[in-house]
């Protein structure tokens, strides 16, 4: 029997339940020796979770192996240690069976050799599962219950306090507590999230876990209640609540907190305001010279006038130190660097790539919204077996919520364009490219947007000074 070995183990059951990847290897060696097994690998997952197969790149590589005909017999310590899904325990069972391979577990004394077997492992897996799902409602429930009565359940600490492993308590961290106070009061004074962000970095102020300063960081920290000494639990959902803590120390006054709050409010409602993407119709192609970075664009107001930016994203994460600039300083740009272009030469095939561009661009839309989906589907995962904290889950599930509203507003805009749009007109297209820079001036915003999105893939820019430049512009 060409036997594979396979083992599995997580941190906590290491430590906790003996199932450590020597004890496993040194009884299977043993177990396959006793049996006159031939070895031929040993599949070894350590520290990874057993809730599903597509983030064990060693089970992976076992299933190829059978498909390959290398292993006629898989042994494991138990039947958890390979999977605790059902749906993935008989999809395994059936692959093994349809290469000729059995399956065997020490522990359990199990042989899939034979249908008596197979139909135990079936009940097992079963019970497995159930196990899996009813300590996640518990830990669930453990969590929402110990919130309840005050306690502290984010064993990773915040920004402003220490966790105390062991005690369960939270202990005020001084150098901390007072950026946090500098952090509200300098967003009372104006400052937005970003501008905060930047300060926070020139100062070499760490974050709690040694990541980047950016606008979700600092919006989660002006909209934790704990710096007042409330825990919360489960914020932005219908049964979500917020109490008083047990033994939390607060770092603000309620008045300066309840003041950062209303202010968020107001700038929200501010900020709220829709703007038509035909008016901000450079972000898609946009490309910083200096990070070769993708560029947001926004609105501003002043004096009751709106003015779009465009804004390089390593800004945001200080990864780039690149100005913003004007949507007219970018027109501008564009018009003079068209001057001095020749025109262009009209080919028939650009309908075809015109048609390929949108179709690939919906796809690339669609791949990035189930990738996002899948995702959101694993942190809720994690977040209820407790492999992550709270926290965690609700800033990574509101950053995707975000991305995928994003995504799915541009995904709705393409297909009503591609159904509505009219440029595809051979002659309209004819006489755009051939005569360019004297026809994309009298072009309307809705009809520049279709036209660099179709036919100009980047355009490499950089601010010097009050004055934007155009290094390439790539058709």
């Known amino acids: 029997m060409q036997t594979a070995i396979y083992c599995r183990v997580s941190t906590e059951e290491q430590a ?32 990874i979770s057993g809730k599903n197969l597509t983030d064990r790149k060693e089970v ?11 292993i006629n017999n898989v042994l494991i310590y138990k039947l958890d240690r390979l999977t605790r899904s059902v749906k993935d325990l008989i999809y395994l ?22 249908a008596v077997g197979r139909m135990f492992v079936k009940i097992i ?38 966790y105390l492993v062991g005690k369960g308590k939270l202990k005020v961290n001084k150098n901390e507590a007072i950026y946090v106070k500098k952090i509200f009061n300098w967003y009372l004074e104006g400052d937005s999230m970003l501008k905060i962000a930047k300060k926070l970095k020139d100062l070499n102020v760490p974050t709690k876990r040694g990541g980047h300063w950016n606008q979700s960081t600092i919006y989660s920290i002006l909209t934790n209640p704990l710096y007042i000494g409330n825990v919360r639990y489960g914020v932005g959902r219908k049964n979500g609540f917020e109490v008083n803590g047990k033994n939390i120390t607060p770092i603000l006054a309620e008045e300066l ?62 990864s780039c130190n690149a100005p913003g600039f004007s949507h007219i300083k970018i027109e501008n740009a564009f018009i003079n660097y068209l ?14 790539k015109e048609k390929k561009i949108i179709d ?52 709705d805009k393409i297909n009503k364009e591609t159904n509505e749009e009219n440029l595809t007109n051979e002659d309209v297209i004819k006489e755009v490219i051939v005569n360019l820079k004297n026809n994309f001036i009298h072009l309307n915003n809705h009809e520049k947007k279709m036209f660099l999105e179709r036919f100009i893939k980047e355009i490499k820019v950089r601010k010097e000074g009050n004055d934007v430049i155009i290094d390439e512009v790539i058709f």
Do not use: P
């Open 339 to 352: 001057e001095n272009i020749k025109d262009l030469e009209f080919d028939k095939s650009i309908l075809k």
């Open 257 to 318: 907190f309840n003041s950062v709050s209303d202010l968020m409010k107001k700038r929200k409602k501010f900020h709220n305001k829709k703007y038509s993407s035909d008016d901000t119709y450079y972000f898609r192609v946009l490309r910083c010279s200096y990070c070769n970075g993708k560029y947001h664009a926004r609105q501003q107001f002043q004096s009751g006038k709106r003015y779009i930016t465009y804004q390089c994203n390593g800004h945001n994460n200080n």
């Open 93 to 114: 069972i059936e692959l093994f069976d349809s290469h000729n391979c059995t399956f065997n577990s020490q522990t359990e004394k199990i042989d899939t050799s034979n």
């Open 360 to 411: 690939e661009d919906t796809l690339d839309l669609q791949e990035q919204i189930e990738r996002l989906n899948k995702k959101k589907k694993d942190m809720t995962e994690l977040f209820s077996t407790d492999e992550i904290d709270y926290d965690t889950f609700k800033e990574v599930k509101n950053i995707i919520d975000s991305k995928l509203e994003v995504l799915n507003n541009e995904l």
């Open 125 to 162: 897996g079963i019970f497995a599962e159930f196990e899996r799902e009813n300590l996640a409602e518990r830990v669930t429930f453990g969590y929402e219950q110990k919130t309840k009565e005050g306690n502290y359940t984010n064993c990773n600490g915040v920004f402003g306090y220490d």
């Open 60 to 70: 992976s590589r076992l299933i190829e192996d059978v498909k390959k005909g290398k």
């Open 16 to 47: 906790t339940e003996g199932f450590s990847i020597h004890a496993q290897k040194d009884k299977l060696t043993k177990y396959a020796e006793s049996n006159d097994w031939d070895i031929v690998d040993y599949y070894v997952d350590d520290g």
